[in-house]
């Protein structure tokens, strides 16, 4: 997920086939990514013109591990967040 976000900031992406080639995944699979990306606040459009996925506005990713004093910090308080590993992983 980080390349891809490397590459959508560099408006390098090419097609869907393209990103599934550099990344040696299924084009079903990039599309199962970018939909979570978009899932977790990613404002990604596709330019049908340039053939490339890119932000509509500047930013990017972040993923990192967060400790329980991380997440209170940034939640204010600590609620224990689990990813359904059914959703990431279909």
Known sequence: MEYLDAL???RATGCPRDIAQKLEISERSVYKMIGQMKDMGAPIVYDSYS???YYEEQGGLMLKFLTKVEL???KGEYKPFFLSTEKIFQ
């Open 51 to 53: 053939k490339t996925y």
């Open 72 to 74: 209170h910090q940034v």
């Open 8 to 10: 959508i900031k560099r």
